[in-house]
């Protein structure tokens, strides 16, 4: 069992930044996918970022690309993902999750091949 806390949501204004953390605690399989995902009032559960534990391959989604940076300390077994430049359109619940294994290549984008889920963190960015 693996489990996700996310933490460093809140209200930021156009333009500025902000870091979420994800604390994972239990076993993480070296082939497992670490990443982000958000959600909009009324909108899919969307992917933002993610990577191999192991390796730490790197897969973000194009149009977010160069705002948002993905990143982990292995030692604390702690995910980020670092936003700038935010704008309105990234309010929503982001949330961090991981796979039980399986990806020794690319992360997989789609909510249905992660396994586990953080609670989800509140980001609002005012205009």
């Known amino acids: 069992q693996v489990q996700l806390v996310e933490s460093g949501g809140g209200l930021a204004q156009a333009g500025g930044s902000l870091r979420l953390s994800c604390a994972a605690s239990?076993?993480?399989?070296?082939?497992?996918?670490m990443g982000w995902f958000r959600q909009a009032p009324g909108k899919e559960r969307e992917f933002v970022a993610a990577?191999?534990?192991?390796?730490?391959?790197?897969r973000y989604t194009d149009s977010l690309k160069g705002r948002f940076t993905i990143s982990r300390d292995n030692p604390k077994n702690t995910m980020y993902l670092e936003m700038t430049s935010l704008k309105p359109e990234d309010t929503a619940v982001y949330y961090c999750?991981?796979?039980?294994?399986?990806?020794?290549?690319?992360?997989?984008?789609?909510?249905?091949?992660?396994?586990?889920w953080g609670q989800g963190t509140q980001v609002t960015v005012s205009s």
């Open positions: 999750a991981a796979t039980n294994g399986g990806y020794a290549i690319e992360a997989p984008r789609t909510p249905d091949h992660y396994r586990y």
């Open positions: 239990g076993r993480i399989l070296s082939t497992s996918a």
């Open positions: 990577f191999i534990w192991y390796s730490g391959s790197t």
